[in-house]
């Protein structure tokens, strides 16, 4: 295959892992066989499912080659799983799909390990957050490359998906027992397993005082036998010290002569260099991926303890940014690549030296970059660049012109150092909001996410072709929504610089921008929908700290806007998809259903004393039939109404609801098929209704259960039993029946 097409060639094959290593802390063992996770029930009706392909389109923070086996490596992300190469089919496999939604905490890897004497043996540490609110992390691992897992819940907190994440690795496998295992903690300083993981308990001898607010242990490494420990809660002074190291595994201290000041605040990455016994180090001023102005990048001869500032640009002024990513070429001495992270200015790039850091060059200079595998990432433009937020980067142990380096989007490769295409087959990490599957056209389906904004899915299988919407183009979806009887017409808003709403006349394939928008819609996008007929919207408004704005409507396609005084504040406005004149708003902080008869005008109340207190409830309006209302109130569980929300039942078949759609009617039902996420009979999964809620059948298994699943479902108007289905990190789930 050509080199100019590394996209379509085994590029992760064999890929360098000599770096770093990383553990963690844990309680209590169990086993999660054929990567089930515990207490779940089977499915009752065999579904296929796979991902909607769009392609990354999150932030890969980590990547681990196995240093003795070619095609082995494995990638972390900060919100979205662990995946594991597969050098045959030259693609990503998810090894983390079997995270439930009460574990959903779990589906961001703080960081991964590998044993280079056992390629077999793969560690992960997952959790998300630290917050208060968030649950402790815990530490996988498997014997089986990924296949199955023994978890240990720890007693700790990670924070895969806040700031730092992109530093590390902080799991090591000790190089002297690999039995041994260090994960280095944010907040609970740094934890120690002579068990493989079974148990942890914090490392004695290392003198750092954790806190509550800092990024503790940054990076673990090992040079030969000594071990280096990198401290993220220095204040970059002159006394500094930000880097230990310990060479027997007991007592741990300041390396001596290390850099200091604030162009080595906080050690970022390292690579050893094992021919020349060189340690390579980035600095930050700041754990990134946002808000580093200053970095540096330093090399430590071991053996003789000689420190050398190599730094290939020095940050300052307007041109700041800090250091990140660090791999060793393991095939040439003194081969190594840094990556400059939050380069605003210049934009982030590679550099890359051949003889240990006297002289570098920017591989940015040089490259072409093809995406038209993934054609989201000119982001609106006319070609992409080069990528942000490159916190890693790592060289392929087997090719030294083979690198890959990971972005806040995607994973990018190269085979000569020049043409550069994502390498992203298979992963799939976006957060997605809103789904629509069209009755009519080309696409079955339509999405809004964060980070990309909303697609327009011409096919299932391949990235969409016009890439992401733009006239104008969001970060952020806010709202999606269709015309019901004229399904042309759609809708959409977001975060954005200029504009932030806009209408399609085809489908959702090209945009109008409104011509004006209320003041607040700026800073406080929210949902958005339309009449069945298209005749009229209704916006509604949230801000970020969720103060709730006024509702405005408009019967203009966008040009003017009024405030509807009588809407709940903050609501989600549904439209009735028969009756072009009626739409619906739920109160989720009263509990109380609203309706407008008006075409929006107005709104008043219907039912009341519904359940209250969250956010997170969803209304959804059966397709066909006027007045025809579902409400999903998680743990307090599903309502429905047949008459326009007066007056709701409790629906006994379930005893959560959390999302749901419709799709197709089966073959003689009264009504559509419905899908739901939910909780039946103790179990808590995706589910699928052809008799009106009376029965439910799991579609979903304890192996596809992807975390959290309550933004969005909803099934093909052309196609029983195809069913979309939202996640927060694995993308869109598309199922069928087996």
Aim: include cysteine; charged fraction near 15%.
């Amino acid at each position: 295959m050509p080199s100019s097409d590394p996209s379509r060639r085994t590029v992760l094959a064999g890929t360098a892992a000599a770096a770093a290593l990383t553990g963690l802390p844990s309680l209590q063992s169990r086993a999660l066989a054929g990567e089930s996770a515990v207490g779940a029930a089977s499915a009752a009706l065999p579904y296929n499912w796979r991902n909607v392909v769009i392609g990354g389109t999150g932030f890969v923070t980590g990547v681990v080659f196995h240093p003795a086996v070619r095609g082995l490596a494995y990638a972390r992300t900060d919100m979205g799983g662990a995946y594991r190469w597969d050098d045959g089919a030259a693609r990503w496999i998810p090894l983390l799909d079997w995270i439930s939604q009460d574990d959903q905490n779990l589906l961001g890897v703080e960081s991964l390990a590998i044993d280079p004497a056992r390629p077999d043996r793969v560690y992960l540490a997952l959790g998300s957050y630290t917050q208060s609110w968030a649950g402790n992390g815990a530490f996988l691992r498997s014997d089986d490359r990924g296949a199955t897992w023994t978890r240990t819940d720890l007693s700790v907190k990670l924070g895969s998906n806040e700031d730092g994440r992109g530093t590390g690795e902080r799991l090591l496998l000790d190089p002297r027992n690999s039995d041994t295992l260090w994960l280095g903690t944010r907040h609970d300083g740094l934890l120690k397993s002579t068990d493989r993981g079974a148990t942890w308990a914090a490392a004695t001898g290392f003198p750092p005082v954790p806190s509550a607010s800092g990024q503790g242990v940054t990076v673990l490494v090992s040079a030969g036998r000594t071990l280096f420990a990198g401290w993220g809660d220095g204040d970059g002074s002159a006394t500094a010290t930000t880097l230990y190291r310990t060479t027997d595994g007991t007592t741990w201290a300041p390396v001596p002569g290390q850099p200091t000041g604030p162009a080595a605040k906080m050690p970022m990455r390292a690579a050893y260099d094992a021919r020349a016994d060189e340690l390579y180090v980035t600095y930050a001023d700041a754990p990134g991926p946002n808000g580093q102005s200053n970095g540096s990048v330093h090399k430590l001869a071991v053996g003789s303890g000689t420190w050398t500032d190599v730094t290939p640009v020095k940050p300052s002024g307007s041109d700041g940014f800090g250091y990140g990513g660090a791999s060793v070429d393991a095939q040439r001495t003194g081969t190594v690549v840094v990556t400059t992270n939050n380069r605003w200015s210049s934009g982030d790039t590679l550099f890359r030296t051949t003889d240990g850091g006297r002289s570098w060059t920017s591989l940015k200079d040089s490259a072409t970059i093809d995406v038209s595998e993934t054609p989201f990432l000119k982001w609106g433009k006319d070609a992409p660049t080069f990528g942000w937020w490159i916190q890693m980067a790592a060289i392929d142990p087997f090719d030294s012109e083979h690198i890959v380096y990971g972005t806040g989007a995607t994973l990018y490769g190269t085979l000569d150092l020049k043409k550069w295409a994502p390498q992203i087959r298979g992963l799939e990490e976006t957060s997605v909001l809103f789904l629509i599957s069209p009755p009519t056209g080309q696409a079955h389906l339509l999405s809004g996410s964060r980070d990309i904004g909303t697609l327009y899915h011409d096919q299932l299988t391949a990235s969409p072709a016009d890439g992401l919407a733009t006239n104008p183009l969001f970060v952020t979806a806010a709202g999606l929504a269709q015309a019901a009887n004229k399904p042309s017409y759609v809708v959409r808003t977001g975060l954005g610089d200029n504009g932030n709403g806009a209408y399609s006349n085809d489908g959702g394939q090209t945009w109008t921008p409104f011509r004006s928008q209320p003041s607040v819609a700026k800073e406080a996008p929210g949902p958005i929908a339309t009449t069945a007929d298209g005749s009229a919207l209704v916006w509604s408004f949230v801000h970020s700290d969720s103060t709730k704005a006024p509702a405005y409507r408009s019967v203009d396609n966008g040009t003017t806007w009024t405030e509807i005084s009588s809407f709940p504040k903050g609501a989600r406005p549904v439209a009735d998809p028969v009756d072009p004149n009626v739409f619906y708003a739920y109160d989720t902080d009263k509990g109380t259903l609203y309706a407008s008869t008006d075409g929006g005008l107005t709104f008043a109340a219907r039912a009341t004393g519904l359940p209250s207190g969250d956010s997170g409830f969803k209304l959804a309006a059966a397709p066909h039939r006027p007045g025809d209302l579902w409400l999903s109130a998680k743990t307090s569980g599903l309502r429905y109404s047949n008459d326009g929300g007066r007056n709701f039942t409790t629906v006994t078949s379930c005893q959560a609801s959390f999302t749901l759609g419709f799709g197709r009617a089966a073959d003689g039902a009264r009504g559509p098929a419905i899908y739901h996420v939910a909780t039946v009979s103790g179990a808590t999964g995706v589910y699928r209704s052809d008799d009106g809620a009376k029965t439910w059948l799991r579609i979903n298994d304890d192996q596809r259960q992807w975390g959290w699943l309550g933004e969005a479902i909803t099934g093909d108007p052309r196609v029983y039993g195809h069913v979309y289905l939202a996640t927060n990190g694995r993308g869109i789930q598309f199922g069928q029946p087996a």
